[in-house]
């Protein structure tokens, strides 16, 4: 039996599960990988299970082609073939958004795309244009740059190389239509080019975006969200909103209905080895990379699906090098110390209390679904189930 001895704080580790697909009974899968880990006294009531999105969508067989994006789109904005579509902020990424754009233009296919940029970067870091570009001439965030004007400026992505306003430009002009870039940090500017209708194309933002654009009296505009989002065999209540590249004509959307999986597996789990547990459906961990500036969070949130008990939760507390620090200033003995901060684990500190100072409190969902996502890795260690011990409580060995 092995078991982690008391002296461990928190820790995270990975479970391999083998290959899961489309139709796989993952509920069950999940279960039994669990089960192991009860056997080996690895699974503790307080544990948080952690399940990644990808798996979760995928044997949700939650995959919709260019086709039904197409057909959504039509739908949505009461477009044809021949109509002008504004894109807004979309992001860079192959991965994230060059299937959606391909679908948006071929939806256009005997018409025009007009693509506006932020700058110098999207929303989540990935950079267009050197930092200090507009500030060097004078430009507002109101003025608009096209794109032909800054053929030889233009910022290659740091990691892939990729210009991206090239390759944007490259898969609309693929499906026949007209393809008009450029750049400008207004949103409302996209309106000068007289599309439409609209796709707001950012995701943290978007509201945001799509009220300042409504509020120039133009109300054909929608979100990424609002496509392929109505219950149908593939379908996700974030729409395109988290989906990724799955091949040519194919995008994996994010889970659907992924509260309910993650209450599912609680109560089996209850039922079946008598664990208390809580249980996250993850997608990307909610931080910046130092090297690249890219904020990594190009899904939504980090997480899509949680149990009851992670609801509206902080993880708060005392700063403990700064008490540690005052009582040392104020001549405790080490021991005294220790006995005084074991006291504190149990007492309720104010927000603004000097004692919490620097322990700025944050969702525990974001948390837990950052570090979940730190250990598999986005290049997938084939670890999709993650188990984190002593975040939520003291484990119970």
């Known amino acids: 039996m092995i ?8 820790s995270a580790f990975g479970i391999k599960m083998g290959v899961i697909g489309p139709g796989s009974d993952l509920l069950n899968m999940v279960y039994t990988s669990l089960e192991k880990c009860d056997r080996d006294g690895l699974l503790h009531d307080g544990d948080a299970v952690c399940i990644t999105e990808s798996v979760l969508a995928r044997s949700q067989n939650n995959y919709v082609t260019i086709n039904d994006i197409v057909t959504d789109v039509y739908q949505a904005l009461q477009i044809n073939s021949r109509s002008t579509l504004g894109i807004v902020f ?54 608009i740059i096209h794109c032909e004007d800054i053929i030889g400026e233009r910022f290659k992505h740091p990691i892939t190389q990729i210009d991206y306003m090239g390759l944007y430009q490259e898969i609309i002009l693929e ?23 609209v796709i707001v194309a950012n995701v943290h933002n978007r509201f945001h975006v799509m009220k300042k654009i409504k509020q120039n009296g133009f109300d054909n505009v929608i979100t990424l969200q609002e496509l392929c989002n109505d219950e149908r065999d593939a379908w996700s209540e974030w729409g395109l909103l988290g989906s990724n590249l799955s091949s040519n004509d194919k995008l994996k959307l994010a889970p659907r209905e992924a509260d309910q999986f993650a209450c599912d597996v609680q109560g ?7 664990k208390k547990v809580e249980v996250i459906i993850y997608g990307d961990g909610a931080y910046c990379d130092p090297s690249t500036g890219i904020y ?41 110390i220790a006995a005084s901060l074991l006291d504190r684990k149990t007492a309720l500190c104010e927000r603004s209390s000097m004692d919490s100072q620097g322990t700025t409190p944050r969702k525990t969902e974001d948390l837990i679904a950052s570090l979940a996502d730190l250990i598999s890795g986005s290049a997938d260690a084939g670890t999709p189930l993650i188990i984190v011990k002593g975040f939520l409580n003291k484990r119970n060995m």
């Open 296 to 336: 990594e969070l190009a899904d939504p949130q980090p997480a899509f699906g949680k149990t009851a008990g992670l609801q509206g939760h902080y993880r708060e507390g005392f700063k403990y090098k700064y008490l540690v620090d005052k009582m040392l200033d104020q001549g405790s003995q080490l021991d005294a």
């Open 268 to 274: 089996k789990v209850l039922q079946g080895l008598g």
């Open 90 to 143: 979309p992001l860079l990424s192959r991965n994230r958004f060059s299937l959606i754009i391909k679908a948006l233009a071929k939806a256009v296919k005997d018409g025009e795309v007009i693509v506006q940029f932020s700058h110098p970067a999207d929303e989540v870091g990935n950079q267009l244009l050197p930092r200090e570009y507009a500030e060097e001439r004078g430009l507002k965030e109101c003025d």
């Open 175 to 197: 499906q026949g239509a007209r393809a008009t870039i450029f750049l400008c940090n207004d949103p409302a500017k996209i309106l000068n080019f007289n599309p439409q209708a």
């Open 3 to 10: 078991s982690l001895p008391e002296y461990i704080g928190v």
